[in-house]
């Protein structure tokens, strides 16, 4: 009994430190980094964005290949209606994955209030082919092809847009104003 007492205090002693992380329990730095990440969504979601925006670079001083902490990034300075700022750090999470569609559509979405149709188009195709399902892409494609002269295109997105989301439905086209007939 003597050599087993010592044992456990030992394998007891061994457990607490590891539970406290000076043995065998620190974290690596990619669990440092989802855990700054989540407590970064926590805040994001409450509507704390300093403190998002804290953990989120917290979570990139951890990994910097996070793409989610630079898009989280991109979404507050979009909220905050900082687009160019937004724009920098969707840049970011695409430079690590070129086919992370949610970068995509907001990327989009600023591009095209920016006025750069032609690369809103370009970035709404590249997240459709990265995910057929996401019917708000072609929604959205739908109304820029629209708007510079791709009806036929545009009328097939909408109804694309429709059966994945039942909900999306197109606005009424334009109407063209009829030229004052001449008289005689």
Known sequence: MIGRTPFLLLLAAALALS?????????????????ALNRGLKAHNAGN???????????????????????????????????????????????LDGAFGPALFNLAIIRNDAGAKTEAIDLYRRDIQSDPTNAAAYYNLGLILRETGGTAEANTLFLK????????????????????????
Do not use: M, W
């Open 19 to 35: 539970s406290c992380g000076l043995v065998g329990g620190a974290k690596s730095e990619a669990d440092l980094s989802a855990d």
């Open 49 to 95: 964005y300093t403190e998002a925006t804290a953990a989120y670079f917290e979570a990139l001083f951890h990994d910097s290949k996070n793409k989610f902490a630079y898009f989280n990034l991109g979404q507050i300075a979009q909220t905050q209606k900082k687009p160019a700022v937004a724009e920098g750090y969707y840049r970011s999470a695409l430079e």
């Open 161 to 184: 847009a429709q059966q994945l989301d039942s909900k999306l439905v197109p606005p009424p086209s334009p109407t063209r104003t009829a030229s004052p007939s001449p008289t005689r």
